[in-house]
């Protein structure tokens, strides 16, 4: 038999409600604060990606889904998200309809990364993009956002980290201070980590092996080199997200591993996932807009992990999802009325009710069996005696109270059913 892919989840019906649920949430927060949502595709050029991300970190290096296609060009399957939407944004003349776009998304992506709890090949992410605005204000914005989502999901163990990792400069020269710190303990990092040292050696601080911890426990932090532009923008950050109530830690490993970060960083982090524990990340990424070849364009915006959160959510057990009922069942009672029960349910399904009866000829009481299985709120018989008078006999399921219904009246039914 042929299975799914390693790392990849079919989303059966019983699983998509809750998939619904956190959807709406998203889309209602989102709009609430003016985001459009967007759709890329899913493959773009490699190309795309390489200069976005950055040659040198693990979903570059290691994880795309890359592939020839039949023009001999290099596709990917969508790593994350942010690198299509500023290649649309640029493409799309996006910030010449106004100075600030703001975007959100809900996409499947995929990363060859090894699967474990909370770690998928094809996994989903909703995310935001504001691209037009260095307001800080913007960037404890974003934060809220993505707060509130989780929040409105009634999760309660959760964490928000914020950094700020400062303008490229301060990051040159706080790379030169961080090589000079480790130079003579290189050998002792882990073999990912000395590999870091040499090609991106912010992202030693990403590493979660002990050695490499205890080596960089007394490392300098970018936060306190700062230049005063970050700064400030970083002071105005907390002031702000302090101002809105939203609890925060400030976390001076917190680096991200994408390369096109700048200034302020964040992740929310959960209590009840195990290991993988980052629920969201974000930060702002003022050059990326120039490295895609567009106009010098400041941004903010934030990635999350929908498995991950749903996670969080189920071992919370922070909300619950009631099984979509129908409004009425149709039972067939006699065997020769079977077109007449299609017939008026397509009736009542244009005129808006959920509506199910029985298509392979089963008795009256395999009928009120799968009525009461999918929790109709009404069951209407058709046939018998009452038929033979036009009449018809509506249920209502909650209180058993019985009502004959004229056949040919069928906006009695729907009354009865709307009150
Ligand atoms: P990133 O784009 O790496 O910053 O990831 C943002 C969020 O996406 C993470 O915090 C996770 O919740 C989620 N995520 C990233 N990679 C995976 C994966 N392989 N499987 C499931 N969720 C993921």
């Not at 991300?53 to 023009?71: L, N």
């Not at 205890?214 to 080199?225: F, G, N, R, T, V």
């Not at 809105?244 to 200034?263: A, Q």
């Not at 298509?359 to 009928?367: D, H, T």
Request: glycine share 6%.
């Amino acid at each position: 038999m042929i299975k799914a892919i390693k790392g990849t989840k079919d989303l059966l019906p019983s699983d998509v409600p809750r998939w619904h649920y956190l959807e709406d949430i998203v889309k209602k927060i989102f709009t609430n604060f003016n985001y459009k949502e967007i759709r890329t595709p899913i493959f773009e050029l490699t190309s795309l990606f390489a200069r976005s991300i950055g040659e040198e970190t693990d979903i570059v290096g290691k994880e795309m889904y890359t592939f020839e296609d039949m023009s001999g060009a290099s596709i990917t399957l969508k790593p994350e998200m942010t690198a299509g939407v500023v290649r649309a944004f640029i493409e799309h003349s996006l910030g010449a309809q106004q100075q600030l776009t703001k975007l959100y998304y809900i996409s499947p992506m995929f990363r060859q990364e090894k699967p474990q709890a909370g770690r998928l090949r094809q996994f989903h992410q909703f995310g935001g993009e504001a691209i037009g605005s260095a307001s800080p204000i913007l960037d404890a914005e974003m934060i809220q956002i993505a707060f509130d989502i989780l929040k409105s999901l009634g999760l309660k163990d959760l964490t928000v980290k914020i950094n700020s990792l400062g303008t490229t400069e301060t990051r040159e020269n706080f790379k030169n201070l961080l090589r000079e710190f480790l130079n003579d303990k290189k050998d002792k990092l882990s073999e990912d980590s000395k590999k870091r040292f040499d090609n991106n050696i912010l992202r030693i601080f990403d590493s979660k092996i002990e050695i490499d911890q205890k080596l960089l426990a007394d490392a300098p932090a970018l936060i306190d080199q700062l230049d005063d532009e970050s700064k400030n923008d970083f002071d105005l950050v907390k002031e702000y997200l302090t101002k809105i109530n939203i609890p925060f830690e400030i976390d001076p490993h917190l680096v991200r591993g994408l390369d096109y970060y700048s200034k302020t960083t964040f992740e929310i982090i959960s209590g009840k996932v195990g290991a993988q524990d980052a629920l969201l990340g974000g930060g702002r990424y003022d050059l990326l807009a120039e490295q895609l070849g567009g106009k010098p364009t400041p941004a903010v915006g934030f990635a999350a992990g929908i498995e991950r959160i749903l996670l969080a959510c189920e071992n919370e057990n922070s909300f619950k999802v009631d099984e979509l009922s129908i409004d009425i069942y149709l039972i067939r009672i006699d065997k020769e009325l079977e077109l007449k029960v299609s017939e008026l349910a397509s009736e009542l399904r244009r005129k808006g009710l959920r509506v199910e009866y029985d298509y392979l000829q089963r008795s009256v009481k395999a009928q009120m069996r799968e009525a009461n299985k999918f929790n109709a709120r009404f069951a209407l018989f058709i046939g018998g005696g009452e038929y033979e008078e036009g009449k018809m006999n509506l249920k209502d399921m909650k209180t058993s109270e019985q009502k004959l219904i004229p056949i040919d009246n069928i906006s009695e039914v729907i009354d009865n059913i709307k009150i």
